[in-house]
């Protein structure tokens, strides 16, 4: 059965103040490892898809990095708009569905 | 180009009574996903169809649960009898599912999601 952890739960931070949100997962041939961000009363918003160990995406002030256990979403010098829920997603070989984690609240205070 | 579209966004019942959440996915779309999430479990999958056929129904927790897409633009998914337990936010989403290439490869799409159907069960 495939797994997803997201650490931490919640992440407070202040406006500048860079960190690294951690996607941990396990699934039988990983066929993309995907990120939304959800902000409160909608739906999940598609960030990226990560494909192979060692790729690394960028859009603003997010990078995303995969490995071949693990995910991190690095957010440099964050603002206050930034604040959301961070899902990360799994998909496995010859599926079209995703198994989601648990997501980290992200909240930047100015 | 709108996205997903859900309806009703908000649901108030109670116990017993029937609920019919709805969805019109993006247009092109051949694929489309029911997924329901509380805070204890995240987001779950109930169901997934590939152009209109259900491919995967394990997650849909019980009879009391059905749904149904009877052409392209159009799915539904039903609760009867609702119970308290059911109150969450059911989302829908669309893709373009696996495309097999001339040269072996396939393309899978991302999934874009509806603002969701939030449901209360008194």
């Known amino acids: 059965e495939d797994q997803v952890t997201q650490s931490p739960e919640a992440l407070r931070l202040q406006e500048g103040e860079s960190s690294s949100l951690n996607c941990s997962y396990t699934?039988?041939?990983?066929?993309?490892l995907f990120w939304y961000r959800q902000d409160p009363g909608k739906g999940p918003e598609f960030l990226f898809t990560?494909?192979?160990a060692g790729e690394e995406k960028e859009k603003e002030r997010l990078k995303a990095t995969l490995t071949k256990k693990e995910s991190f979403l690095h957010i440099t010098a964050p603002k206050p708009e930034d604040s959301a829920t961070y899902l990360c997603a799994v998909r496995r070989s010859g599926y079209s569905t995703l198994t989601f984690g648990k997501g980290t609240m992200l909240l930047v205070s100015p | 180009d709108a996205g997903v579209i859900q309806s009703p966004r908000h649901e108030v019942t109670e116990m017993g009574q029937e609920v019919t959440l709805r969805c019109k996915p993006i247009?092109?779309?051949?694929?489309l996903f029911w997924y329901r999430q509380t805070m204890m479990r995240g987001l779950e999958l109930l169901i997934y169809?590939?152009?209109?056929?259900?491919?995967?129904d394990s997650g849909m927790p019980e009879d009391r649960f059905s749904a149904k897409m009877p052409n392209a633009s159009f799915s539904t998914l039903k609760i009867q009898p609702s119970e308290p337990r059911d109150s969450a936010v059911y989302f829908c989403?669309?893709?373009?599912?696996?495309?097999?290439?001339?040269?072996?490869?396939?393309?899978?799409?991302?999934?874009?999601f509806g603002e969701g159907s939030r449901l209360t069960v008194l």
């Open positions: 247009s092109g779309h051949n694929s």
């Open positions: 990560l494909y192979s």
């Open positions: 989403a669309s893709s373009l599912a696996l495309i097999r290439g001339l040269a072996g490869g396939e393309y899978t799409g991302e999934l874009f």
């Open positions: 699934v039988s041939g990983l066929r993309g």
């Open positions: 169809f590939n152009n209109n056929v259900p491919i995967d």
